[in-house]
């Protein structure tokens, strides 16, 4: 009996939510599995994944994607980074524009996200000791990404950006810091006008 869409979907997440949180460097266990980059993005680490049944591309988690044949129309940046966004928002994490060297939350990683407008996506991963790794295509080869390439435009490919995947809840606590800080810059400000005044 096939599985519905659905239950499919939950399966991956469950997948995707079991792994570890910020991602290591596993590209030899990857290799060992058939994905995209958009699994590995996601960590979406499970075998026997097939392009046939319904593509893992941005938008997937939240149906809005479910067949490998679908309208080149969403294969554009707006939409890429909108499934991608909605995709994490379903895995219960957040997803926030970043900088290569921008300071992100802990538990916290990036990814860069490419497109080819009109023809395909591409989503490099960082792992949590900073490096930065890739695979080309349904099981394709990993290779170690350098980093003075990841905000490079390349064989057609746009870098969009650099986003930062966390869990949810990340903000408060950083909200709530940089309050503090806030605080305390403007009372050093006020008694440092206020010594000068005298």
Known sequence: MNKSYTEIVETYKRVILSQPFPPRDDSSEWELLHVNCYAVALQLKMANLSPFLH????????????????????LYPEHIIRGFKRDCHALGRSCRKTTLHGKIPPNSYKVA?????GRDFHFIRQNSDGTWFEINGWD???????????TRDDDGYQFLGIYA??????????LFYFILVTIKVKLAVSVLYANYKK
């Open 55 to 74: 593509r893992i591309a941005p938008g997937f988690l939240t149906k809005e994607i479910t067949s490998c044949i679908f309208p080149t129309n969403i």
């Open 113 to 117: 996200v490419y497109c080819k407008p």
């Open 140 to 150: 394709g080869d990993f290779r170690k990404v350098p980093e003075q390439e990841i």
């Open 165 to 174: 995947i966390s869990q949810k809840g990340w903000a408060s606590p950083f």
